[in-house]
Each structure stands twice: as structure tokens, then as C-alpha cells.
């Protein structure tokens, strides 16, 4: 096709719209909407491939958005009443499929991209050190789903030429898409349970929600996906220049093939579809300091706080106190236990007790609590640690500081329930002699680590388990 006939498609057909709908709907939604992609760690421009996962998380509606659009356009010779006319011409159906799908193709593809360089653009104006091009893959088959998507919808509008095509394959892409990609999930190393199996969940274009930054998706999906989108091009093409019943029965062969390729390729389980990006998840150091080269940009902040959280943990603890701090690259599950270490204080900047805290005094605070009472309840959607937790640490960094306790920031409990938790417990404990009281913190420090009873429990002088 060249370039006049793809200025002239551009000028006639709803092309342009079709990619202006889909380039301001997902601006839209990923803007204006509110969302784990629009605060946070987990924001959508922080970092290389949260951008391309959060672009690829709005497939749950941009993909049947596009097959609706593509039909629309398929179902253009139909309703200016010239298929006879067209079928009459010398010139080839495929030449004239060809144009019609590129153009449509183009135009998708075109407002991806657009999409992509939005959020690219301002990951380049923030903070993000780790620059890499490991996040293409993901976009590139995004890509390629829009316009797959687009081909298929008018492969079939062409061969089902009815008003009530386009907006019926809208809606049964949209279940189709949402039926499959429910079961799953980034929480690896978890195996997925749901309707379906996973690698038959894979087969929507639609990721999960991004729930840790340090995963991404496995070489085996990115080619497991590209088979299946290239079958459905394919199948898409081959109705649109189909003039035969037998030629259309054909057309679904790429489909067949492409799918099943695409099962023996995709995995089984999200223990093998979302992996630890390794070059992310290199530690870089600053003495006993250390956070993923993904997080470099904060290891000039953390490098003092964590050296005088250090020093201070030692002064409380001895022998048992950690020696290090380093940032947790285990994949972080749903009512999974967190990572423990006896000697390491564990950093977790999607714990917003870590991640929101700014300045030496509020790091340093909010190490020592890590340290002293490393949390040991699972993680939920909501929360990270129990009222109880946070209890036991604010008055761990009370006697640690030599200070009166006060709430801790950066949890989900107010600090009127805190103090109401933390007060009796810090009376009782203020009125002991010091070695009771560096007892009683060292019994706490060793329940919590070893998640063998409650911090605040051990505290007050109650057993552990």
C-alpha cells in the first residue's frame, strides 16, 4: 500500500477515529480514574514497565473497543450498498483488504504508541534510574492486540454484514476478554485457581493489576500471546477478502493453529508468567545499605537514616541486632507470610511506611520499626500488619529514640487507635527497671522475627507461641 492510498483511507474511513477513541479513552481512564495505577509506587509513570503493564492492564477495554471499531469499518462496503460494484473491478479482494486493514491497523497501532510515549515522557521526567528496554515486549504485543483485534472484527463484520455485528462482537469480546483474564494474577509465586487454567487465561490480551514493581512478564507469554494475535490477524484478513463459504470456513484455520500453537507455548501457572526482573532486582549498596538498582534513586536518602538505624538497633539489641538493610526482591503474595531475616532489615517501598516516608528522622523511624518488629502477618489488599503491629513498633522506636511513643505514620490505623493500643501497654512496660524492659524488647524483637507469637503480646509480658 502506498502512501496515497493511505492518505486517501485516512480522509474517508473512521480510521482516525477508531485510534483517537482508543488513544483518549485509555488517557482517560488511566488519568482520571482513580487507582493503584495513580498514586504510589505502583503509579503507572514511575517506572519502565509499570507503564507498559498498566497500558497493557486498560486491554480489559481497549481490545473490544477495538474489535467493535474494526467491525464498524469492515461493514463500510455494505453500507454504501457497493459490494456488487467492488467485486466487479478488475482489481484484486485481497489488494482492497489489504488497504481497508492496514489503514485501520495503522491508525490502532499509531494510538498505542501515542499512549506509550505519554507515559514514557514522564517517566523520563521523573525520578526512575533503572532505564531499560526490557518493557517493549510487553508493549509491542499490545500493539498487536489492538490491531489484531481490529482484523478480526472486520473479517467478520465483511462476512456478516448486519448493524447488530459490530456492537455484538464488541460485547462478546468484552466477555470474552474479562471471562479469561479474571483468574489471573501477578501475585507469583502463587499458582492462579480460577475458571480456567492459566495458560488459557493468557489468551486475553488484558494483564493483571501491577501489585510489585520487580515483576514482569516471561519471554513464554510474549511469544505465546504474538502466536495467538498473529492467528487472529490472520483469520481477520482472510474473511475480509473472502468472496467463498468455503474460503470463510478456511479463514478460521489461522485461529485453530494460532491458539493451539499458543497453549503449548504459554505456561501453566503465574509462578512462571510473572518472573523477577533480574537486572531490576540487583542490589546496589551503600556500605550495609542496599536497595534494587530499580530503587537506586533513593539510596542516597536511605544511606544515612539506615546507618544511624543501625547504630541504634546495636545499642538496643547486642549480638541480635541486624547488621544490614536490603530491599526484599521475593514476590510479594496476597495472605502470604512476608520474607523473614534474622540479620537483615527488610525494605519493602510498597509498604507505605517505608515508601512514604521523607527526611532523615521519619526513615530512620520507620527503619527501626522494620527492624525491632519486622511485620509478620500476611499481606492483604488493604493493610500490611495488624493494629497490634504497629503498636508494638511505635513504642519499640519510643524506647530505641528514648522518646514517648506516638503513632506510626504511613499505616491504615488512625493515631487515636493506636495510642488507645499502645498506652497501657507503654505504662506498664515504662515502669520497669531497665534490664526488665531490654529484656522484655529483646523477647519481642525475637516473637516477631521468628512469627512464633504477638509483638505487643511479648511486650506486655504475655507468652509466646
Sequence with gaps: MNTRILRIELRRSVAPWAGAVVLVAALAFLLLVPG?????????????????????????????????????????????????????????????????AGTTAFTLCAAFALLTVVGAVQVLAGDAAYNHVGWLPISLVGALALGAGALLGMGVARALPSILTPPALAVAALVFNNFFRQVQTSDAPQPTAGFVPNSLSLLSPATADVRDTLLTLSA?????????????????????????????????????????????????????????DRAASEQVCDGPVCVTKLRQARLDDLGGPGKEALRLMRGALGDRAPVAIRETTVPKA???????????VLLDFDDRTIGEAKGERPLTRALVAQGMVPLCSPRSETESGTQEDAAAQSIAIAWVLGEEPR???????????????????????????????????????????????????????????
Design 407 to 465: 503513632p506510626l505514620d504511613g499505616t491504615m490505623y488512625s493515631a487515636k487507635d493506636q495510642g488507645d493500643m499502645a498506652r497501657p501497654v507503654w505504662k506498664k512496660f515504662a515502669a520497669l527497671s531497665k534490664a526488665e524492659q531490654r529484656q522484655r524488647i529483646s523477647a519481642m524483637h525475637a516473637a516477631a522475627v521468628s512469627c512464633s507469637g504477638d509483638a505487643l503480646t511479648v511486650l506486655n509480658g504475655g507468652p509466646t507461641q
Design 36 to 100: 493503584p495505577w495513580s498514586k504510589g509506587s505502583m503509579l503507572w509513570t514511575a517506572q519502565w514497565t509499570s507503564t507498559a503493564l498498566w497500558t497493557r492492564y486498560v486491554m480489559f477495554f481497549l481490545w473490544p473497543l477495538a474489535v467493535g471499531l474494526g467491525a464498524l469499518q469492515g461493514l463500510r462496503d455494505h453500507r454504501s450498498k457497493m459490494s456488487e460494484l467492488l467485486t466487479s473491478t478488475p482489481r484484486p479482494a485481497r489488494h482492497r483488504a489489504a488497504t481497508l
Design 334 to 344: 496476597f495472605s502470604a507470610t512476608p520474607e523473614r531475616s534474622r540479620d537483615s
Design 220 to 276: 513464554s507469554v510474549h511469544l505465546g500471546q504474538t502466536l495467538w494475535l498473529l492467528g487472529l490477524a490472520a483469520t481477520g484478513l482472510v474473511l475480509l477478502a473472502a468472496a467463498r463459504r468455503r474460503t470463510r470456513l478456511l479463514a478460521l484455520a489461522p485461529l485453530v493453529a494460532g491458539g493451539a500453537l499458543a497453549l503449548l507455548v504459554l505456561p501453566d501457572t503465574a509462578r512462571d508468567t510473572y518472573v523477577v
